[in-house]
């Protein structure tokens, strides 16, 4: 999978300069980032589309208000499925596993558009986010393992600016549902054939060195302890504290954004009465400012330090959201949707990639999986408990609110997590 201009200088003519990273990079991390970050791109697209069309969804397959956020529940059931595959990544390897998970997560995407009923289009979604989640948790993996120790925050932000632009463009392409051909079917189409193009294109993604160099090493462990959970096994008696914290933090940061991340389209759209363009008039040019953002303060995690940085955006985003759904309105909401999403989205893949720093090559993608298994599932556990405080409530704005509360619990087993930042992978495991 080598190429002769693997060893030159990467370029980056697809970022403004101002957002390339601080230090030199070559043409081969350059390949493997894009080959990678554009999953998350579409990912951004593909798993913003319920929540975008959530009025749409509902009345086209007569979907009850309390069943909103619990459907997202369901779907999140995928995440069981998802690490155990995402888990034999540290076997058999990422790249195959990652032309797998695009494939399928194409497939199930472009069917969904084509769901008659409610049950079918869960089980539709439920099996592209097997895939889907599965490829997520690969990403962050063959990210810190191919990028250079001093840009890895960058390349985290980066990939935080990914899923912000695709959740833009699905946004874009909700200002038009109405007028568009099946209306919001017509969404899952065009990202499903967007991700069968990535598809194709994912063919020249090598496999990362370090998984090459470990290769062997993983064979033998597979031989003699049986497969992908005898290795969860190892990897919990070797790093007990680390695997608790780091999937405290992952947990709790999910189940406190799970319903404030899916249902704010929708709050947007019912409670303070935007029309379909007016959200996407707000979220498309808000997610611009927040790529921007996103990609710099990934960049200043490399200085600053990880955990200081996860702190920080999840500090934001709490606040921020808990403003968003306190009935506030006027001119103060673009400006609350900007700083919560970017601080949702950067504390989320700064999260993603500090999971994957803490421990060595051979338990890196098992690691990825659980934790991403937490923050996916624990955010579903929000989104239903959502509808059962709207029963009690009888408003979304609080029955929202009442998950962020979470979020100190993350904040403090994240103290006690080690520092990465900078630092070679190997030294942190061994730390």
């Known amino acids: 999978m080598t190429t002769i201009d693997d060893d030159l200088p990467a370029r980056f003519y697809w970022l403004p300069p101002m957002l390339r990273p601080t230090e030199p990079m070559l043409r081969r991390e ?16 593909d798993q913003n589309v319920y ?4 009025p749409q969804i509902q009345a086209s397959l007569h979907i009850p208000e309390n069943q909103i956020g619990v459907t997202v529940t369901y779907f999140r059931l995928a995440t069981f499925v998802a690490m155990v595959l995402a888990l034999t990544a540290d076997i058999v390897g990422r790249r195959r596993l990652l032309l797998i998970t695009i494939f399928g997560q194409a497939a199930f995407t472009l069917a969904t558009a084509f769901s008659e009923t409610y049950v079918q289009f869960v089980w539709l979604q439920v099996l592209t986010r097997v895939f889907g989640y599965a490829e997520e948790m690969l990403c962050f993996v063959v990210i810190v393992e191919e990028v250079a120790a001093n840009v890895r925050g960058w390349a985290a932000g980066t990939l935080a600016g990914l899923t912000y632009t695709g959740a833009g463009l699905a946004a874009l392409c909700f200002a038009a549902v109405n007028i568009l051909p099946g209306h919001w079917r017509a969404l899952y189409v065009i990202g499903g054939f967007s991700m069968f193009f990535l598809a194709f294109l994912r063919r020249r993604l090598p496999e990362t060195k370090r998984f090459q160099v470990r290769h ?3 064979g033998k462990l597979n031989a003699r302890v049986g497969g992908a959970f005898d290795m969860v096994r190892r990897m919990a008696h070797e790093y007990p504290a680390r695997i608790l914290l780091i999937i405290l933090v992952s947990g709790g940061g999910g189940f406190a954004v799970g319903p404030s991340t899916v249902l704010a389209a929708s709050y947007l759209q019912k409670t303070l009465h935007y029309a379909p363009w007016q ?5 498309i040019p808000g997610g611009l400012f927040a790529l921007w953002l996103n990609i710099l303060m990934g960049r200043l995690s490399d200085r600053i330090g990880r955990k200081r940085a996860i702190a920080l955006m999840m500090s934001l985003c709490g606040i921020a959201y808990a403003v968003f759904f306190s009935g506030i309105q006027g001119v103060i909401i673009p400006v609350l949707w900007i700083a919560a999403f970017f601080g949702f989205f950067t504390a989320t893949s700064l999260t ?8 060595p090559t051979a338990y890196r993608a098992t690691i990825g999986g659980i934790c991403y298994c937490a923050e996916i599932m624990l955010g579903g556990v929000s989104l239903g408990l959502e509808g059962v405080w709207y029963d009690y409530f009888h408003a979304h704005g609080p029955a929202i609110s009442v998950s962020l509360l979470a979020i100190p619990i993350a904040l403090v087993a994240l103290f006690f997590l080690p520092e990465p930042a900078g630092r070679v992978l190997e030294d942190i495991s061994h730390a």
């Open 30 to 45: 350059e390949r493997v980032f894009l080959l990678v970050g554009l999953a998350a791109l579409f990912a951004g697209f």
């Open 51 to 54: 929540g975008f069309a959530i």
């Open 216 to 218: 062997e090493e993983v």
């Open 279 to 283: 959200a996407s008039a707000l979220m």
């Open 352 to 359: 993603r990639s500090l999971s994957a720093e803490i421990v």
